[in-house]
């Protein structure tokens, strides 16, 4: 199964949610929208899993993926709620996530964790991990715009 026929199995309920139509206008590194950013997340994580042969829990590691930037604001505005952005954007996006779908273990603690190491808190998923890595691979290609890790958004 390709990565976006995964992402779009496990994850539809969430890429049609109106808190994702939010992150469609809210920009997140270089031209690339939170939504954009966390579908090419999904993906990434789970292209990894599959070349890696990880054994993971693949429709929680799409969800968490899909959900790990779920704080429905543009960091970029300047507010002084987004100063320490990338130090609290977490534990905002997790809240906002457990109000509109029903997560487990996983999907919350790769929520919570998917900045370790700028926040402490170690991963204690392999999902998570996966994210971890996926989020800052991605980071620094759609900063740089470098344009490798993109994927099919069809729907």
């Known amino acids: 199964m390709k990565a976006e026929e995964a992402v779009n199995l496990y994850g539809m309920d969430i ?29 990434l994580c789970f292209s990894i899993a599959e070349k890696l042969n990880l054994k993971v829990d693949k429709k929680s590691l799409i969800r968490g993926a899909l959900l790990h930037d779920y704080f429905l604001y543009d960091w970029h505005v ?12 977490p534990k905002t996006a997790l809240i906002n996530a457990t109000k509109d779908f029903e997560l487990n273990s996983i999907e919350k603690d ?15 998923y392999k999902e998570s991990v996966v994210l971890c890595i996926s989020d800052k691979i991605l980071a620094i290609c759609e900063t740089l715009g470098i344009k490798r890790f993109r994927y099919d958004l069809k729907r």
């Open 15 to 43: 890429i049609s949610s109106s808190g994702m139509d939010i992150e469609k206008e809210c920009m997140q590194h270089g031209r690339t929208s939170v939504f954009v950013h966390s579908f090419n997340v999904a993906c």
């Open 78 to 89: 300047n507010d002084k709620s987004h100063k320490w952005h990338g130090f609290t954007h």
């Open 110 to 124: 790769m929520i919570l964790k998917h900045m370790f190491p700028l926040n402490l808190s170690v991963p204690r």
